[in-house]
Every structure is written in structure tokens, then in C-alpha cells.
């Protein structure tokens, strides 16, 4: 079964400074995976996708990252905080599994973001 | 274009008492899915619909029931709701269940607190 490790649940930067939130999966199958973000009492928002084609994957908002199959890893990053950038991020996995897709969620780093 | 509306936002409700979330997409998507969101737990899945006139089971289905009469509506009902069942209700949808098709969007959510 496919599964996503964040490690660090609260990760604090001083705004300006680099981002990175680590994400590691496990899965049988070629995976799809995302980044999403939640804002506080807000839906989830896609921040992007990683489906096989180029490693490293561009989002919005000026994040990106970079897939590593050697490492299953998948990494976010982004150069220089912003003070909006304060919100929940999930990596997900998805699968597809006999025509069924099915995310699997890491549980969260909340970003806090010191000015 | 709403994307996925969910109604209420939020619901106090006594033990013992029905409660049915309501969820409906303009997307025209097939395949919707019922999260709860609980603190450290990240999203966990309740039930999916691959596409109208279909659902299943998914990780955390008991005490829960769904249908799927139509491709836009996808109710959630707690038949006897339990203060267990407090959380944070999302509905999503994807264009399809199978690959390619499984970057979910998500609705605003539903807050439900039973006591």
C-alpha cells in the first residue's frame, strides 16, 4: 500500500529565508504525486504535480519540487518566504489501482512564518 | 464557476441525531470522494463515487453512508452521529477514477462538532 512520511509537523521561517518540506512515499506502483496547500479554514488548493514527465516540477506561488525516485523523495522548496505563504501543506500519493485512483495524505506541516 | 460547494459550513449537532453534509460540483466531474480532516491525521477517505449510480467504501466508512443519485450531488449522511464524528468535512471531485484523471479539487469543507 502507498504511503507519504512528512517529518517536521511545524516548520517555522523568517520571512525572506529558504522553504523546504520533506515529503517521503512508499508505493508498489509508479505514483503520481502533489503538493497541496490549505490556508486556515479553507479547502485545499493544488499547489502542483509530479506525473512522470520532467523531475522537477514547477507551482505556483513560487514553489517547486523536485522528484527522486532513488530516494523516494519529493521535496518542496521555495527561495524566499512570503508572510502569505503561513498555511498547512500536504504531500499526497496517488495510485492507480485497477482503474481506482486513491490519495494518500501526509499529515500536514504547518508553515508558520515569522516577519 | 463555483468549482464544489458544501453545505453548512458548520454544525453543532447533539449525539443521536441524523445529519446529512451536502456536497455538489458544476464540473461535470465523475468521480467525488467524502474526507475527514482531524488534527495530526492528516485526510483521511469515507466513501468515493467513481461515477453516478456507484459508490464505495474507503478507509474510514463506518457510521457513514453516501449516494450518488446524480453526477453533481454527492450527500454524506451520519445516520446516528457520535462526538467521534467531530471533524472537518471535505468533499472533492476528479474528472475521472482511473490514471490521469486523479488531481482532486476540493470543496471549502464542513466544520461538525457533536456533543
Known amino acids: 500500500a502507498q504511503s507519504v512520511t512528512q517529518l517536521d509537523s511545524h516548520v517555522s521561517v523568517s520571512e525572506g529565508t529558504p522553504v523546504l518540506l520533506r515529503c517521503n512515499y512508499s508505493?508498489?506502483?509508479?505514483?503520481?504525486l502533489f503538493w497541496y496547500v490549505q490556508h486556515p479554514n479553507k479547502g485545499l488548493q493544488l499547489l502542483l504535480k509530479?506525473?512522470?514527465?520532467?523531475?522537477l516540477v514547477k507551482g505556483i506561488n513560487g514553489f517547486e519540487a523536485e522528484f527522486k525516485k532513488s530516494e523516494t523523495s519529493f521535496h518542496l522548496t521555495k527561495p524566499s518566504a512570503h508572510m502569505s505563504d503561513a498555511a498547512e501543506y500536504f504531500c499526497v500519493v496517488s495510485v492507480d489501482i485497477y482503474g481506482n485512483n486513491r490519495l494518500a495524505f501526509g499529515k500536514g506541516n504547518q508553515v508558520v512564518v515569522i516577519p | 464557476i463555483a468549482g464544489i460547494t458544501q453545505a453548512p459550513t458548520s454544525q453543532i449537532l447533539a449525539a443521536g441525531r441524523r445529519m446529512t453534509l451536502r456536497c455538489t460540483q458544476d464540473m461535470r466531474h465523475n468521480a467525488m470522494y467524502w474526507y475527514r480532516q482531524d488534527l495530526g491525521l492528516g485526510l483521511r477517505l469515507i466513501h468515493y463515487s467513481n461515477t453516478a449510480g456507484t459508490t464505495g467504501k474507503g478507509e474510514v466508512p463506518d457510521g457513514y453512508s453516501v449516494s450518488r443519485a446524480n453526477t453533481d450531488d454527492f450527500p454524506l449522511t451520519l445516520a446516528s452521529a457520535v462526538p467521534s464524528q467531530t471533524s472537518v468535512y471535505f468533499c472533492?471531485?476528479?474528472?475521472?477514477?482511473?490514471?490521469?484523471?486523479?488531481?482532486?479539487?476540493f470543496g471549502p469543507g464542513t466544520r461538525l462538532t457533536v456533543l
Open positions: 509530479y506525473t512522470s514527465a520532467a523531475t
Open positions: 508505493s508498489s506502483y509508479s505514483p503520481s
Open positions: 472533492a471531485s476528479s474528472v475521472g477514477a482511473g490514471a490521469g484523471h486523479d488531481e482532486q479539487f
